[in-house]
């Protein structure tokens, strides 16, 4: 058998090769071997690369590989949702309860299995909360918008802690949050400081699964004990801070009469923070502050 001639017991595979190689010798036949262009294989585009090419190619090996990784990890987990902790909120003018049913609430779901933590807003054992509660005390003096903006610091140094705490399966109770803030700069009536400059530095903060806020009137609250002992504690602010509470108020808040026996609001609060729980649990997403 000539060396050109075409060999009869060759399989498939074979054959192609044979072709390729002999079709070389003729002038202008060009072919494709299984759908790939002759020496357009990345092993001979490998070859052919210059040597610093080639250290290149094979550095950034390790580096696709990763993100290949990271893609088929996120692919993996795609429908995929995380249990988590609720953010429980109560909401409210001052003297309204929240301080009392937050706290039993935290007994109440720790009765129940449920890893709960007592938070307030301001936090007054940071640095900021130290300077804030100054301030509510009457002891030191700041502006409008300095001290609404130092309130909303102090939301914003504990965001990362929050969001870990949920993560990791904890539900926070939390007495006041952004509301609050909002609610108390907007009734003093300054000019510049209505509700939509009072949000600006509260978007993107983590929102409540659940709030509560706590329905009562001024004469009751006046009535109970400590009304008057801080700066805002007067019957005109109270009056404006609800108004303010008002223009606020979403479809989802539960509104709660404060003036019931604690233990029949409790009973309500426990149910409605139960429910929050659950829903965390499957997997509920953590929206956040004022973003649509």
């Known amino acids: 058998m000539c060396a050109n001639s075409q060999p009869t017991s060759l399989g498939f595979s074979a054959r192609a090769i044979w072709i390729n190689r002999t079709a070389r010798h003729i002038p202008g036949w060009r072919i494709r071997t299984f759908g790939v262009k002759r020496g357009r294989s990345p092993r001979a585009r490998l070859k ?4 610093a090419r080639r250290r290149a190619t094979h550095r950034d090996a390790p580096r696709r590989d990763a993100a290949r990784a990271g893609a088929l990890s996120t692919m993996s987990a795609a429908g995929k949702v995380a249990a988590r902790g609720a953010f429980v909120l109560f909401e409210g003018a001052d003297r309204c309860g929240k301080s009392t049913q937050a706290t039993r ?3 109440a779901l720790e009765a129940r299995g449920v890893e709960a933590e007592l938070w307030r807003y301001p936090d007054r054992a940071t640095a900021m909360g130290k300077m804030i ?3 509510l005390r009457s002891k030191s003096e700041m502006e409008d918008g300095a001290i609404h903006l130092l309130f909303a610091a102090n939301r914003w140094e ?6 870990r705490k949920l993560a990791s399966g904890v539900t926070l109770v939390c007495d006041r949050y952004s509301y609050s803030g909002c609610a108390f700069t907007a009734a003093k009536g300054v000019d510049g400081l209505d509700l939509e400059w009072c949000r600006a530095p ?3 903060l983590p929102r409540p699964d659940a709030l509560m806020y706590l329905e009562l009137s001024l004469e009751d609250a006046a009535k109970r004990g400590g009304f008057g002992e801080e700066r805002y504690e007067t ?10 509470f008002e223009a606020m108020r979403e479809d989802w808040w539960d ?6 026996e604690p233990d029949v ?3 309500e609060v426990l149910r409605i923070a139960l429910s929050a729980v659950e829903k965390c649990r499957a997997g509920r997403e953590l929206k956040r502050l004022w973003q649509s």
């Open 255 to 260: 509104v709660i009469d404060a003036n019931r």
């Open 265 to 267: 609001i409790q009973d």
């Open 235 to 244: 019957t005109e602010m109270q009056r404006a801070v609800k108004a303010s």
């Open 133 to 135: 509660d100054q301030y």
């Open 202 to 204: 509260e978007v993107g």
């Open 105 to 107: 609430l935290v007994r």
């Open 158 to 163: 504990k965001k990362a802690l929050m969001e």
């Open 48 to 51: 052919r690369a210059t040597p």
